[in-house]
């Protein structure tokens, strides 16, 4: 071999070295690191994404810039996300509902939501609230089913759209239970509990602590609450599985595109978890305000856990969707 093929030899030794995960990783970031989130600013998963920005950014050493991206039920950032380079500058915020429901009940999703996207850190689940407004005369989950069924069809259930919760919802308590509301759709989660909360729509599925921010205790009535427990400061308020309603629980996570090297996954969910979710002054202010519970057993777990507990709510919500008799549709 004479001395130039020799060169090349060694160059090319050391370029493929120099390319490897891990020495990527060691020089991670390099530059801006973009953050899409799927909800409008001032919602739950705005509030995550900019703690993670006022978390990490003076760690990491480079910008975080945060793009909000509503719509589609989650759609538009997940599209946009999986599009981006696996390279770690790209992450994005995605909720239960744009990953483990939209599958099924779209028949065309632009990206596969296990195929296409890296789980990064789990941050933590919203536990959703059955709610009526205070003008129907039911004080429990008995009372108003009992008032459903003597008028299949009357009372309305406000909605945010097919891939949303309150339709998921609509739909398996008329297959399931053979109670009957009738769906009224808006544009947003907010606006579908704002409906409720001025007389518009009679009943709606919403998250607890920010239903509780919005409203006043004379303007609508908690009947029930969408949690794995009894919460200690409801010690009365059953659960959904007591009342007998299948409980599917809105959670948020961190996601990065397909191919994001592990070494990077792996740091940006140890940087998460440190600096944000075990912070307590940051987790109070970012997470815990908006009414996120930051408490369950994934939180914070290796990406891996994150991973298998996405699985079991597929499941989950496959099999609601099957008992609801949903029958995907286009987007």
């Known amino acids: 071999m004479n001395r130039i093929s020799t060169l090349i030899a060694i160059a090319s030794a050391v370029s493929g070295f120099a390319f490897t995960p891990a020495a990527f990783a060691q020089n991670y970031p390099s530059k801006q690191i973009n953050l899409l989130v799927s909800q409008p600013p001032g919602a739950i998963g705005d509030a995550i994404v ?26 538009l950032a997940g599209q946009a996300c999986v599009s981006a ?7 994005c915020q995605l909720d239960g ?21 890296e789980p990064v850190v789990y941050m933590g689940s919203a536990g959703g609230g059955l709610w009526v407004n205070s003008r129907i005369p039911a004080n429990s989950v008995e009372e108003l089913f ?14 945010f759209g097919i891939a949303s919760s309150s339709h998921l919802y ?35 599925n919403y ?31 059953p659960t959904y599985e007591e009342v007998g309603i299948k409980g ?45 519970d930051t408490s369950g057993p994934v939180v914070g777990a290796p990406p891996a856990v994150f991973g298998k507990f996405i699985q079991d709510q597929r499941l989950l919500l496959s099999s609601m969707v099957k008992e609801a008799k949903i029958t995907p549709v286009s987007r």
């Open 85 to 91: 380079a696996p390279d770690g500058h790209t992450l």
């Open 207 to 237: 998250p607890l602590r920010v239903g509780l921010a919005n409203s006043k205790p004379d303007q609508v009535k908690l009947l029930a609450i969408n949690s794995e427990a009894r919460l200690k400061e409801y010690p009365k308020m």
């Open 146 to 159: 009992a008032l459903a069924k003597k008028q299949p069809g009357k009372l309305n259930f406000s909605t």
């Open 248 to 292: 599917a629980v809105a959670w948020f996570g961190i996601f990065a595109p397909k191919g994001t090297p592990a070494a990077i996954i792996d740091r940006l969910n140890k940087e998460i978890v440190a600096n944000l979710i075990n912070n307590d002054e940051l987790r109070r202010r970012y997470l815990e305000t908006p009414g996120l």
């Open 170 to 204: 609509v739909e398996w308590l008329k297959n399931t239970k053979d109670i009957v509301f009738t769906g009224v759709s808006y544009k947003s989660a907010l606006e579908a509990f704002r409906a409720v909360v001025a007389g518009e729509v009679d009943v709606a």
């Open 50 to 75: 900019r703690g993670i920005a006022a978390a990490l950014a003076p760690r990491l050493g480079q910008n975080m810039v945060v793009d909000n991206r509503p719509g589609g039920e989650g759609v």
């Open 97 to 117: 509902w744009n990953i483990a429901l939209s599958p099924f009940v779209y028949n065309n999703m632009p990206y596969d939501t296990v195929k296409d996207l």
